[in-house]
């Protein structure tokens, strides 16, 4: 397979010294973007997003309208995280196992079915979680499928790793202009025409993707059931102490540093700053994530990425610390920005999980990935609320930070161990690829 975007083979010594040679500054987004699919690809994914979240925020709202119930109107928000691990080890396989164009369009036209189901008059209660969980189910093969579908448009060197870092800045993105476009379309309409403007959304994604991707065959088939071969498919990838290093470095910050944002809610009742200060602060993370990815995406090379993967990783963690000494909302707002900047860790993380992946496997390991990750999340965020209903919440947030720093620590150690000074592998497919410097 071409990888117009992967790492330079040997080639004639250079004329001057080494020591004086210019640094590569590599691809940047400008070059991603040049590639007329990846628009398509991450326009469709700007569009579902964008429906996910609104969606969320209608559906809650329609909920608590029906039911008065607070309880079942914030599950609706844990329904978006917790059927992850069901879609993301049951179906794995999806991702390889068939063409990716039409496992895209499938998945976009389930959740825009789902979404206009949800806006028939008298649709119970439970018909409308079940329907969020269908979407949600889904969610995890469609990120892993799209990811898969990425390496074969980009390549797997740095325009993949561009793509991935400009899929989580939408990721982030979507999370600040969803839940205020949602506001505003909820105080000027019902939430059931909301709801079918998100059916509009994931129609226009399905779309998108048909009409703007080229059809590839399937990466790989394994024998057997859908369910068998998708559990064959981690077992395999798990045995892997590389990939399994990886998916831990993948799963583990995130996990911890939505532990304070899981608490900004009572923690900014706490500070006395009312709906709109808590709300603010909710936006703290998004957008040191949004700038970090771009800043570290438009001005790094490859090199320098790389080598900030561990320590961005670690500092993640770090800025819960300072919820210790109670601080003011402002003083919180830039905790929460400083936490958010750590994400930039995944473009050595993705960089060398592509490497470590067989061809074959590529698809499913990005739903594992993805599905592993929604899961601690949703994991952390429920036994933060655990921890804050016996201890005070600024001992819970700065907890956070020393359980955080010395775990991922370990992990970084481990993906060391696991081959971070490798020159190269020969992978099926592929040929040999350049590893990590430590």
Same mark, same amino acid.
């Given at each position: ?63 608590? @309208? /029906? ?14 995280? *917790? ?44 018909? *409308? ?81 048909? /009409? ?28 892997? @102490? ?20 899981? /608490? ?97 496997? *590529? ?76």
């Amino acid at each position: 397979m071409p990888t117009p975007s992967g790492p330079a083979r040997p080639g004639p010594a250079p004329a001057c010294p080494p020591a004086l040679a210019p640094p590569v500054a590599g691809p940047g987004y400008r070059a991603v973007f040049a590639v007329p699919e990846f628009r398509s690809v991450f326009a469709a994914h700007l569009l579902s997003s964008l429906g996910v979240v609104v969606c969320e925020l209608a559906l809650s709202v329609l909920v608590y @309208r /029906l039911t008065e119930s607070p309880l079942l109107s914030a599950l609706t928000f844990a329904l978006g995280l *917790l059927p992850y691990v069901v879609g993301g080890t049951l179906l794995s396989a999806v991702a390889d196992r068939y063409p990716a164009r039409r496992v895209l369009v499938l998945c976009d036209a389930v959740c825009a079915a789902a979404a206009a189901a949800m806006v028939l008059p008298g649709t119970p209660v439970a018909v *409308l979680l079940v329907l969020r969980c269908l979407i949600a189910a889904v969610a995890p093969v469609f990120a892993g499928t799209r990811a898969g579908t990425l390496g074969e448009i980009l390549g797997d060197g740095e325009l993949f790793v561009l793509g991935r870092s400009l899929v989580r800045i939408v990721n982030q993105g979507a999370q600040l202009a969803g839940f205020a476009a949602g506001g505003l379309l909820l105080a000027a309409v019902p939430p059931g025409a909301v709801l079918g403007l998100t059916a509009a959304t994931f129609t226009a994604s399905a779309l998108l993707l048909r /009409l703007g991707t080229a059809a590839r065959p399937a990466r790989g088939r394994t024998p057997g059931a859908l369910v068998g071969a998708s559990l064959a498919g981690i077992r395999r990838l798990l045995a892997d @102490r590389r990939i399994r290093a990886l998916l831990l470095l993948t799963w583990v910050p995130p996990a911890i540093v939505v532990v304070p944002e899981a /608490l900004l809610v009572p923690y900014g009742d706490l500070l006395g700053v009312g709906p709109m200060g808590q709300g603010l602060l909710l936006c703290g993370m998004p957008v040191g994530a949004v700038v970090a990815e771009t800043l570290v995406g438009t001005f790094l090379g490859p090199r320098a990425r790389t080598r900030l993967t561990f320590p961005l990783g670690v500092f993640a963690v770090l800025p819960s610390l300072g919820f210790a000494a109670r601080p003011s909302w402002g003083w919180a707002m830039a905790l929460l920005v400083l936490t958010g900047t750590g994400i930039a860790y995944n473009f050595g993380v993705d960089r060398w999980f592509v490497a470590a992946v067989p061809d074959e496997l *590529l698809g499913q390991a990005m739903t594992v990935m993805q599905a592993g990750r929604m899961t601690s999340m949703g994991l952390a965020m429920g036994l933060a609320g655990v921890a804050a209903e016996c201890a005070p919440l600024s001992v819970v947030m700065s907890a956070a930070g020393v359980v955080g720093a010395v775990v991922v620590l370990a992990v970084v150690a481990e993906v060391r161990r696991s081959g971070a000074r490798a020159t190269g592998r020969a992978r099926g497919g592929r040929g040999p690829l350049q590893q990590t410097e430590s």
